[in-house]
């Protein structure tokens, strides 16, 4: 067992022990199913918007996730006001550029919300994440046109000049904080076929990052769970429908154990 394998166990426990407060502003498309991916592998969800209360939510919460897939001014405004207020208390935050690419809407507010407060971790598919680079890119509208693999220097540059960690995610999914790059494997090619599994994977990573300091380790450890749920669905159920309730199944009764044994972690 490696090190990274011996951690993601170790998180999960420590998940499962303090069932850390994941403050999500996310889609509407989602809300539901994010928040009970959540409640599966052990944390507690609050999926609140209104402006009016979000500095007293992310005061209470262990960590905070911001997902930019459905958008209207008031939103964006509560994303804003949740990532600053997040960076001023401390408490680690993930941005999910949901479409960033696609529409110049979308674009500028992910890096509007990074101008505002630099997250600890971003998550998105290879075309989001080279949208927010130098070279720029573009999407079909919130799938990915590139590969993991094609984003890894542009992402290694990104992470270094905002000092954060950047996770691309596809078939296989690459976390990297400018220096040091892991490589995660796992998951199952049905989960492109059930909307909002992207979301889901930046709410688990929002619970690791509420359990362990090292972002880089929290990131490439909740993917590594969230892979090893969609693989142990997958044997179960081989069709959408079903797959997607035997994930929350797998998430729920998935152990430390068993993710330490499980989890496919390497450094590239």
Same mark, same amino acid.
């Given at each position: 067992?490696?090190?990274?394998?011996?951690? =993601?166990?170790e998180? @999960?426990? !420590?998940? *499962?022990?303090? #069932?850390?407060?994941?403050?999500?502003?996310?889609?509407?498309?989602?809300?539901?199913?994010?928040?009970?991916?959540?409640?599966?592998?052990?944390?507690?969800?609050?999926?609140?918007? =209104?402006?009016?209360?979000? &500095? &007293?939510?992310?005061?209470?919460?262990?960590?905070?996730?911001?997902?930019?897939?459905? $958008?209207?001014?008031?939103?964006?405004?509560s994303?804003?006001?949740?990532?600053?207020t /997040?960076?001023?208390?401390?408490?680690?935050?993930? $941005?999910?550029?949901?479409?960033?690419?696609?529409?110049? @809407? !979308?674009? #500028?507010? /992910? $890096?509007?919300?990074?101008?505002?407060?630099?997250?600890?971790?971003? *998550?998105?598919?290879?075309?989001?994440?080279?949208?927010?680079?130098?070279?720029?890119?573009?999407? *079909? +509208?919130?799938?990915?046109?590139?590969?993991? &693999? &094609?984003?890894?220097?542009?992402a *290694?540059e990104?992470? @270094?000049?905002?000092?954060?960690?950047?996770?691309?995610? +596809?078939? !296989?999914?690459?976390?990297?904080?400018?220096? #040091?790059?892991?490589?995660?494997?796992?998951?199952?090619?049905?989960?492109?076929?059930?909307?909002?599994? +992207?979301?889901?994977?930046?709410?688990?990573?929002?619970?690791?990052? /509420?359990?362990?300091?090292?972002?880089?380790? /929290?990131?490439?450890?909740? $993917?590594?769970?969230?892979g090893?749920?969609?693989?142990?669905?997958?044997s179960?159920?081989?069709?959408? +429908?079903?797959?997607?309730?035997?994930?929350?199944?797998?998430?729920?009764?998935?152990?430390?154990?068993?993710?330490?044994?499980?989890? #496919?972690?390497?450094?590239?």
């Open positions: 067992m490696s090190q990274y394998q011996k951690t =993601a166990g998180i @999960l426990g !420590r998940i *499962r022990r303090a #069932r850390p407060v994941v403050h999500s502003i996310t889609n509407y498309v989602v809300m539901n199913s994010t928040a009970n991916v959540l409640l599966a592998m052990g944390a507690s969800p609050i999926m609140a918007h =209104a402006q009016e209360e979000i &500095e &007293e939510i992310v005061t209470i919460a262990s960590s905070v996730v911001i997902n930019i897939g459905t $958008l209207s001014q008031p939103w964006i405004q994303m804003k006001a949740a990532a600053q /997040a960076k001023k208390a401390g408490k680690p935050f993930l $941005l999910d550029p949901v479409g960033a690419g696609a529409t110049k @809407l !979308r674009t #500028r507010t /992910a $890096l509007d919300i990074i101008d505002a407060a630099v997250p600890t971790v971003v *998550r998105g598919n290879a075309s989001e994440i080279l949208s927010l680079s130098s070279q720029g890119g573009t999407t *079909r +509208g919130v799938d990915s046109i590139h590969t993991p &693999e &094609e984003a890894l220097d542009p *290694r990104i992470a @270094l000049s905002m000092e954060t960690v950047i996770a691309v995610t +596809g078939q !296989r999914d690459i976390v990297t904080d400018g220096r #040091r790059s892991l490589v995660v494997s796992g998951g199952d090619a049905l989960m492109s076929y059930v909307t909002g599994t +992207g979301c889901a994977a930046s709410v688990i990573i929002g619970a690791f990052l /509420a359990e362990e300091m090292d972002p880089l380790v /929290a990131t490439a450890c909740a $993917l590594a769970f969230f090893v749920a969609g693989e142990k669905a997958a179960e159920a081989p069709v959408p +429908g079903s797959f997607w309730v035997k994930v929350l199944d797998a998430l729920y009764t998935i152990t430390p154990e068993q993710l330490g044994a499980a989890a #496919r972690i390497s450094r590239i």
